[in-house]
């Protein structure tokens, strides 16, 4: 139940915000997806390392990391934006977006699993 629930808030969450994102931004490059990938990653990394410092229950990690940020991030939608800018030859910002949606990501969870260890 509690996956389901947080499932159903992150994809709200997505949705929402994404939505918002893409409003704001225009089209030409998918900024929603990208934001929500990096964000996804810097609380995926804040939610494991207060896990593995025992700060979460696991009834809290399954909402949390499973459900709400399972329904929050969007990887197989960064997968076919990027194939989508290939399609349209449109290469440099396929190839940006990719990387850069990578290496953010990994930088965000890696600050966040940083910073979770100072206050757990």
């Known amino acids: 139940m509690l996956v389901m629930l947080g499932g159903a ?3 709200g969450l997505r949705y929402g915000l994404g939505a918002w994102i893409q409003s ?6 998918p900024w929603s997806t990208f934001l929500i990938n990096v964000t996804g990653s810097f609380f995926i990394g804040l939610v494991i390392r207060l896990n593995l410092e025992g700060s979460l229950s696991p009834e809290a990690r399954l909402l949390l990391a499973v459900g709400i940020l399972g329904g929050y991030t969007t990887f197989s939608t960064f997968s076919y934006e990027t194939l989508t800018l290939v399609q349209q ?3 440099l910002k396929a190839f940006s977006y990719a ?3 990578v290496i953010l990501g990994f930088a965000a969870v890696l600050l966040a699993y940083r910073l979770a260890g100072r206050f757990a």
């Open 9 to 11: 808030i992150g994809a």
């Open 24 to 29: 704001v931004s225009g089209p030409g490059f």
């Open 89 to 91: 030859g449109e290469w």
């Open 99 to 101: 990387v850069g949606s």
